[in-house]
């Protein structure tokens, strides 16, 4: 088992409303990134956050915030919800200057919007 | 980012059989994870391929990656009940990580 924690573990929400997503990062670890999963499909990179400021984005609305906390901790917050947005939240840490991309996933917040 | 195909979408195998799971890049890649992700839990990373024609064997697991840098391959040698789940495929260089679909193993004992 990784050391990435992720809460709340299942998350139910109403179309429009907002949710945050926390994340704890692998012991050493100064990088997350977030991603999501819908059923059947890879996960989707949705940002990376380095040193508390965003380090790169995929194609997800503005909707989609991030915030990185001096533990190296992490949050993934998203307004507005749709149903679309039901999936599997993944986080995963990893430490910038290694020479290999490996990254640690947690076991994810799976997120059903109504 | 880089995008990847990954080919079969799902393989069915009796138990003992070898297994095969493909990733093509229409583009050139700066390297290449492997990953897997049983039922129900979260991608564990397996290896990472760097340099061209890589070829890399953990177990009965063998990962190559092609000459030109724009395929790369897993293959499990006589497939155990315990290698059920989905390989990821994911290019990072351009560091807008991208995971292929993935290819879903089945297991038959």
């Known amino acids: 088992e990784t050391g990435v924690t992720q809460s709340p573990t299942h998350l139910i929400k109403t179309r429009g409303q907002q949710v945050t997503l926390r994340c704890s990062s692998q012991?050493?670890?100064?990088?997350v990134s977030w991603y999501q999963q819908a059923l059947g499909q890879g996960p989707q990179f949705i940002f990376q956050?380095?040193?508390?400021?965003?380090?790169g984005r995929g194609n997800f609305p503005p909707r989609f915030s991030g915030l990185q906390f001096p533990n190296y901790s992490s949050e993934l917050n998203v307004n507005a919800l749709e149903l679309d947005d039901s999936a599997l939240y993944l986080c995963?840490?990893?430490?910038?200057?290694?020479?290999?991309?490996?990254?640690?996933f947690g076991p994810g917040t799976r997120l059903t919007v109504t | 980012g880089q995008q990847v195909m990954q080919i079969p979408q799902y393989q069915h195998v009796q138990e003992g059989e070898d297994f095969t799971t493909y990733c093509n890049s229409s583009?050139?890649?700066?390297?290449i994870q492997w990953y897997k992700q049983r039922p129900g839990g979260h991608p564990v990373f397996l290896i990472q391929l760097v340099k061209s024609g890589e070829v890399k064997k953990q177990k009965r697991l063998t990962f190559q990656f092609g000459e030109a840098k724009k395929n790369s391959s897993l293959h499990i040698t006589a497939t155990q009940t315990t290698d059920v789940g989905t390989y990821f495929c994911e290019s990072g260089g351009s560091y807008i990580p991208t995971f292929g679909r993935g290819t879903s193993l089945i297991v038959h004992p």
């Open positions: 995963a840490s990893s430490w910038k200057t290694s020479k290999v991309d490996e990254q640690y």
């Open positions: 012991s050493g670890h100064n990088t």
């Open positions: 583009t050139t890649l700066s390297n």
């Open positions: 956050y380095y040193r508390e400021e965003e380090n």
